[in-house]
């Protein structure tokens, strides 16, 4: 068998074989899958790409990625920039071996083909956003690239009883008070009710927001069955809508992937009576990932039922012209204040 490696964009013939290598992989997520990947390159006119990393004619390696051009700049983003996708970076085949050496020489290997290939294709800008399972970042570090750590959080449940048992006194009182006043939660997909709470609570925090059809295009998936997905939705008494949470799943783990609250009514802890409804409907056999930590805001709500805080790496190479860019933007915006 071959040592060396050949990086490729794959086709859409190569479809089900990036699927099995993501299904397989420690560090793929539903948000790798073609289908996924697929579906925001439709919805947000991105042009996403997808290269694979191949040792003897085996797919070992990966990574998915959008194509940003500006005006003198190619950048790549992983994942897509304002796509609600919340990891991309690489994918590595599952490694049966406890050896580390032989470890080390699977992230090298593709490591190394990645960033070779980044390099050749002439990238101004490069962003990589991993799974918390990418836990060796080194050979991005040898070869320039800068690290930095986000925070994600896991939530193991059994149950709602065990799910009471082991969360915070606050968040407990949160789920009763929202049963004292009333609030009811439902179990139902609709892409129009989370677009409009999603978008009510990143105006409300000066936060950009993607589009209806995002949503739209990726709902598609969810009803087709190719993406498990489950939307928890609150009301108060009058059946006004309060908030609602959508979690979408592969076969590892579910992932709190969108939620939003209303901004004109009382919202009585809609949301912790949300994640209280829904450990009781979903698997219990998998975590439930919280898809970021790294607000003050949200952090304190979610640490609130006693996730795990895990760190995710995310990895960068900038060109001195990207670098200069930034620095005359920043210059412009300083003088047109």
Not at 149 to 158: A, C, G, I, K, Q
Request: charged share 25%.
């Amino acid at each position: 068998m071959s040592t060396s490696t050949e990086v490729v964009e794959l086709t859409p013939s190569e479809r089900d074989k990036w699927n099995e290598l993501v299904r397989s992989s420690p560090q793929g997520t539903v948000f790798h899958r073609w289908e996924w990947l697929n579906a925001v390159s439709e919805a947000r006119a991105a042009a996403i790409k997808i290269i694979g990393v191949y040792k003897g004619g085996v797919l070992i390696g990966g990574c998915a990625f959008a194509v940003v051009k500006m005006p003198f700049l190619k950048l790549a983003y992983s994942p897509a920039p304002n796509s609600l996708t919340y990891y991309g970076g690489l994918v590595l085949r599952e490694s049966s071996t406890r050896h580390v050496r032989k470890v080390e020489r699977l992230y090298k290997q593709v490591t190394n083909a990645v960033v070779d290939w980044f390099e050749a294709q002439g990238f101004n800008w490069v962003q990589l956003v991993n799974f918390p399972s990418l836990v060796d970042t080194r050979f991005f570090q040898w070869r320039g690239w800068r690290v930095g750590v986000r925070y994600t959080s896991f939530l193991e449940f059994r149950g709602q009883e065990d799910f009471l048992n082991n969360i915070h006194d606050s968040a407990r009182r949160a789920i009763k008070s929202a049963i004292r006043h009333g609030v009811i939660v439902e179990e139902r997909l609709s892409p129009s009710i989370i677009f409009e709470l999603y978008r009510q609570t990143r105006e409300r925090r000066g936060l950009l927001y993607t589009s209806l059809r995002l949503f739209e295009r990726l709902y598609e998936l969810f009803r087709r069955g190719l993406i498990e997905a489950h939307q928890f939705n609150a009301y108060n008494k009058q059946g006004e809508v309060l908030a609602s949470t959508v979690f979408v799943s592969d076969k590892k783990r579910y992932y709190y992937w969108v939620s939003g609250t209303r901004k004109d009514v009382a919202l009585h802890n809609a949301p912790s009576l949300i994640l209280y409804h829904a450990v009781s409907a979903l698997n219990p056999s998998k975590p439930i990932d919280f898809t970021g930590a790294n607000t003050p805001e949200v952090a304190k709500f979610k640490s609130g039922f006693n996730p795990k805080l895990t760190p995710f790496y995310v990895v960068e190479k900038p060109s001195s012209r990207y670098s200069l860019g930034k620095k005359v933007k920043s210059y412009i915006k300083a003088l047109t204040r």
